[in-house]
């Protein structure tokens, strides 16, 4: 399984992913190309990609089932009694 999944943040008004500027507590975004301001932060800005934060959960969810489903069979490896499915 990954150590780390990632996804890039839209902006909600031009969708552009790479022209955003912050302060340091990141309280305050602005998109530079279309010049949207959120005032609310990086939280803001989350709730605008629920969307994207859906697909990265749902790559962590077919991930870790994967994971979990090769873990139990290497465990069960040679035993007649568990057939995991």
């Not at 999944?5 to 902006?11: N, Q």
């Not at 912050?22 to 609310?40: A, H, L, M, Q, T």
């Not at 077919?62 to 009694?81: M, P, Q, R, V």
């Amino acid at each position: 399984m990954k150590e780390r999944y990632t996804g890039k943040l839209r902006c909600a008004t031009c969708g552009d992913t790479e022209s955003f500027e912050f302060n340091d507590d990141k309280s305050y975004i602005k998109c530079v190309k279309c010049n949207r301001e959120y005032f609310g932060g990086y939280d803001e800005l989350l709730s605008y990609n629920q969307e994207t934060i859906e697909e990265v959960k749902g790559q962590i969810e077919a991930d870790a089932e994967a994971y979990i489903k090769k873990s139990l069979e290497d465990a069960f490896k040679g035993n007649n009694f568990f057939k995991i499915k």
